[in-house]
């Protein structure tokens, strides 16, 4: 993450110029400066992939799967498919060097169209609903220890979630450099209970504690949708995988620090999944994992004693580091969309005091904030509308690897993965999205795809034939006076 914002013209022809090049013709430009090297790339991928799933996530996928063993093939499948989707994407974040994710690679791949209705899914849906949902689980874990035993009421719950969502907004509109202190920090913070658990477990285990693993695949259920549906929350907690794609403009040396921060951070994260869950399944049975709502604090009760308290904190710190993470790369694609006039144009405004994109910021939360609200908004159901939703778009980005091959050959790509990982990822989402729709048909799906089209009826008058409604003008001067923002000075093609 940066310290400044540089607000630089990026264009594919850009992109094949040496970064030093670039530098030099915007030397006075106010920018986004190339700040996050290999440490700082780590931390903003294991420190969002690490946030509420581990601590959440283990009852959904076993409860779908049905045993120890099945449960923990997933974990490490998810793992598999997560490394081989980052790697897909690193070819094309090298390619194509400008912060946005998803959003630039398609527009590129397919058209103004398709990279606008990723926008308009992931500014609306996707990405406010996972701060929405790390915030959850942020009070969840918070809120428990003042209710033992029992559920703590929503509204405090909500109240919890919002402090969350509320004080991640602020400190982002203060600063980027706090921001990445919270990163960096609370990443810390959760490896350290991460290898607490770990060791642990493996404590109790060595104290002969075996029972639940060695009985490894009974009651198996292998059903086509019951093992999409365990995908889906695995796939939770590894989201965030493609965080480094948000910030490419900002990445120090991309060509080695980008591959090398993924080759380390999504690997290291899938073992330690895999062995905080064996962790999990030595000191409890599948069906305890189940009941229990924070399967953590059940664990910590029964391994750390007088020193449980320890656990709560440090899934709150876990969650909040997550939920900072996403906020910051959500805010970047907010951001690319509206210096591209894909999104309000107030969006792509930088406060001219505190060098934030406040407007992105201040707009993600507020959309986070309204999805807290309804009594529906339960952990697991909005998780799988999350993953349903992004995979449909991971899906289309995956293949993109494949047109841009294909109609942009002469393309500078200092990174090329073997092509055969975009299409087995292809499959996957493909898979991912088609198996729950055909086994457990539900209106949500039909509403999640409804949405995304939806976002035609903005594109084309507004967009496409630039009808702009006459308030705009004066609400843009309004809110930029507001929230002393200022037009990024450079607006790329
Ligand atoms: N893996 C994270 C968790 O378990 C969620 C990440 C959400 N995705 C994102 N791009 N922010 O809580």
């Known amino acids: 993450m940066s310290s400044k914002i540089r607000l630089r013209k990026v264009s594919p022809q850009h992109d094949m110029m040496k970064d030093s090049d670039v530098r030099e013709e915007k030397r006075d430009v106010i920018e986004l400066k190339q700040e996050v090297g290999i440490l700082g790339g780590i931390s903003l991928v294991v420190g969002t992939m690490i946030g509420s799933g581990i601590f959440m996530s283990p009852a959904n996928i076993i409860s779908n799967v049905g045993s120890v063993g099945s449960s923990l093939c997933i974990w490490a499948a998810c793992g598999v498919l997560s490394t081989l989707a980052a790697l897909s994407y690193v070819e094309l974040g090298l390619m194509i060097r400008k912060s946005g994710g998803e959003y630039q690679y398609l527009k590129e791949a397919y058209g103004d169209l398709v990279g606008f209705l990723l926008a308009w899914t992931s500014i609306i849906v996707t990405k406010p609903s996972s701060f929405a949902i790390i915030a959850i689980g942020f009070a969840q874990y918070v809120t428990a220890p003042f209710y033992p035993g029992c559920t703590p009421p929503d509204t405090i719950m909500k109240c919890a979630a919002a402090f969350c969502i509320l004080t991640i ?210 952990f697991s159901t909005l998780i799988d509308y999350f993953t349903f939703a992004s995979w449909i778009f991971y899906g289309a980005t995956f293949l993109s690897v494949i047109v841009l091959r294909i109609r942009r050959p002469k393309w500078e790509r200092p990174y090329k993965v073997w092509i055969v990982i975009p299409a087995i990822c292809t499959a996957a989402a493909v898979y991912l999205i088609i198996a729950p729709i055909v086994e457990q048909p539900s209106l949500a799906y039909l509403y999640a795809a409804c949405f995304i089209l939806a976002g035609l009826i903005f594109y084309f008058p507004l967009i496409y034939f630039k009808k702009v409604p006459p308030f705009m003008e004066p609400l843009n001067a309004f809110l930029q006076e507001l929230l002393e923002v200022v037009p990024p000075p450079d607006i790329p093609d």
Request: aromatic residues 12%; glycine residues 8%; hydrophobic residues 50%.
């Open 169 to 378: 907004s602020t400190i982002n509109c203060f600063s980027v450099k706090l921001s990445n202190f919270v990163q960096i920090f609370f990443t810390g913070a959760k490896l350290l209970i991460i290898a607490a658990i770990i060791i642990g477990g493996f404590v109790m285990m060595g104290q002969g504690k075996t029972e639940n693993i060695t009985n490894g695949f009974e009651n198996s259920i292998s059903s086509f949708s019951a093992v999409a549906l365990g995908f889906y929350s695995g796939l939770w907690s590894y989201d965030g995988w493609n965080q480094l794609n948000f910030v490419t403009e900002e990445i120090k040396n991309p060509v080695k620090n980008f591959p090398i921060a993924i080759l380390i951070g999504i690997p290291m994260v899938t073992v330690l999944y895999i062995l905080v869950n064996i962790a999990y399944f030595t000191v409890m049975t599948p069906s305890e994992i189940i009941a229990s709502s924070a399967v953590a604090i059940t664990f910590g009760d029964r391994v750390f004693g007088p020193a449980s308290f320890i656990v709560p904190v440090a899934v709150a710190c876990s969650t909040f580091g997550a939920a900072n993470g996403s906020a910051f790369t959500a805010a970047r694609l907010t951001y690319a969309a509206g210096r591209n006039g894909h999104m309000l144009n107030i969006f792509s405004y930088i406060s001219v005091t505190r060098l934030t994109p406040s407007p992105a910021l201040i707009f993600n939360s507020f959309i986070a904030l309204l999805m807290i609200l309804p009594n529906s908004s339960n």
